[in-house]
């Protein structure tokens, strides 16, 4: 595995861990919440957002500018 794709690997398992942390069932910071509102960046991976849907957590991303 080359190392681009090795630190891509990580990121994205990084980012996952990140959603199941916010939305943990104990202590997560989005408990108790219904909708995230977030923007565009590529951060927000799908991955990412169906563990936000799992937990029954709303994600709609916002629009492109015009």
């Not at 991976?45 to 936000?52: A, G, I, K, N, V």
Request: net charge positive; hydrophobic share 35%.
């Amino acid at each position: 595995m080359d190392p681009l794709s090795f630190l891509l690997v990580c990121f994205v398992g990084w980012v996952n861990q990140m959603a199941r942390n916010l939305t943990d069932a104990a202590d997560g910071v989005l408990r108790g919440y219904r909708y995230l509102i977030q923007d565009r960046s590529t951060l927000f991976t799908e991955p990412f957002r169906e563990t936000l849907r799992k937990d029954e957590l709303h994600s709609p991303t916002r629009p492109r500018r015009t």
